[in-house]
């Protein structure tokens, strides 16, 4: 079974930055589909961006240009560097995982489309 670990969220100004880790263990398929999502006080939960096995990716618009989503399959790691941080922003981000192929549906940023997730990371974006 596979499990989730988030971490390197924390408090920064506007502007700065901040890379989100989510270390994974127990898959044994070297397919997958991974992604990060955020949830903010009273909404829904937001896909921002996923990542393929072979490293094809996907961008929602909100962090399109100021965000990488990258994978280090020798740490079985998945980050999400996010620069220009901006107030909006705030929300815990969580990480997932889904099976080979989501990532690439056009359902991609819906969370019913991930199967495990992580116990989330907060990020807070205030001067």
């Known amino acids: 079974q596979v499990q989730l670990v988030e971490s390197g969220g924390g408090s920064v100004q506007p502007g700065g930055s901040l890379t989100l880790s989510c270390a994974a263990s127990?898959?044994?398929?070297?397919?997958?589909?991974m992604g990060w999502f955020r949830q903010a006080p009273g909404k829904g939960r937001e896909g921002l961006a996923v990542?393929?096995?072979?490293?094809?990716?996907k961008y929602a618009e909100s962090v399109k240009g100021r965000s990488t989503i990258s994978q280090d399959n020798a740490k079985n790691t998945l980050y999400l560097q996010m620069n220009s941080l901006k107030a909006e922003d705030t929300a815990m981000y969580y990480c997932?995982?889904?099976?080979?192929?989501?990532?690439?549906?056009?359902?991609?940023?819906?969370?019913?489309?991930?199967?495990?997730w992580g116990q989330g990371t907060q990020v807070t974006v205030s001067s």
């Open positions: 997932a995982y889904a099976a080979p192929g989501y990532c690439r549906a056009p359902s991609w940023r819906l969370a019913r489309s991930f199967g495990t």
């Open positions: 990542i393929e096995s072979d490293g094809i990716t």
């Open positions: 127990g898959h044994t398929d070297l397919r997958y589909c």
